[in-house]
């Protein structure tokens, strides 16, 4: 478990982030908007970049210097005319962590085996990110940071890093931070939102959803009629129904009467927007 209290960070006198406090365990998502100060959270994390002063973090009881931490940028694209092995055993070497057994082990264990002898620059992005986590995890790390993994991934790719993440999850902590829910829903048991630089809430999935003051509606209208449904609240899913008419679902704190709509449970989307919101 990673322990954090009163963690802030100032820039150019401009607070990043404000005061958080929290308990990373399992596999924790950190999830809010573009903005929100994840990036600048995890590399505090990773021990990347430094909190302000009175900022504590422990990990497993441990400091910084007493474990090791794998981490993962949210861009990672480097020497690009060297093989996936190739540029592999070099930052393993650079790390004084060079094991050949272990480094074929993490191409199997990631499905890179294929990708070995392949040149950086003619890779995927899903393939590119999952290289990244083979050389996050070179030097055998206690915790893997990863920042942004699925950005400008298809839907395959996006499930394929998912399952790579969920296969390594039972030897490493995993902190992963993104923007997007469905990274984070799909794999995480452990949640940490933030906006504004601001915690907003810390728990697991099904405790977000249960503690939502949000009320999620669905049904299907006239297109024209669209605009007035953002009055009510805040559109979640918009899809095509025939040429006239459009399927709406969209997430309110009020109480919503139209015969067109039916009441849906809450679910992580609605959770999510509504805590944005401040539905809590």
Do not use: W
Not at 24 to 52: F, S
Not at 203 to 212: D, L, P, R
Not at 242 to 251: G, H, L, P
Request: proline letters at 3%.
């Amino acid at each position: 478990m990673i322990k954090i209290n009163n963690l802030s960070k100032t820039i150019k006198r401009k607070k990043i982030l404000d005061n958080i406090s929290a308990e990373l365990k399992g596999i924790t998502g950190i999830i809010g908007p573009n903005g929100a100060g994840k990036t600048t959270l995890m590399k505090i994390i990773a021990g990347v970049i430094k909190a302000d002063d009175d900022s504590t973090i422990t990990y497993n009881g441990k400091r910084k210097d007493q474990v090791k931490i794998g981490f993962l940028p949210q861009n990672f694209n480097i020497y690009p005319n060297l093989t996936v092995f190739d540029i592999l055993k070099l930052l393993a070497a650079l790390k004084d962590a060079f094991d050949e057994e272990y480094l074929n082990d993490l191409l199997n264990q990631l499905n890179l085996s294929d990708y070995k002898n392949h040149k950086m620059k003619s890779l995927s992005g899903g393939t590119l990110q999952r290289v990244g986590i083979a050389q996050a995890l070179l030097n055998k790390p206690n915790y893997l940071v990863i920042d942004e993994p699925t950005t400008g991934l298809d839907i395959l790719e996006c499930i394929r890093l998912r399952n790579s993440l969920l296969n390594i999850s039972k030897d490493v902590g995993i902190i992963i931070s993104s923007h997007i829910p469905e990274d984070i829903n799909s794999i995480c048991d452990h949640l940490l939102i933030i906006d504004k630089g601001r915690k907003v809430f810390e728990g697991s999935v099904k405790e977000m959803i249960e503690n939502s003051a949000a009320v999620t509606y669905e049904g299907v209208i006239e297109k024209s009629r669209v605009s007035d449904i953002n009055t009510f609240g805040t559109i979640l899913t918009y899809e095509k129904y025939d040429e006239y008419k459009v399927k709406v679902k969209f997430v309110t704190q009020e109480p919503f009467f139209n015969p067109n709509f039916n009441k849906l449970q809450p679910d992580f989307l609605s959770g999510y927007v509504s805590l944005l919101k401040g539905g809590m």
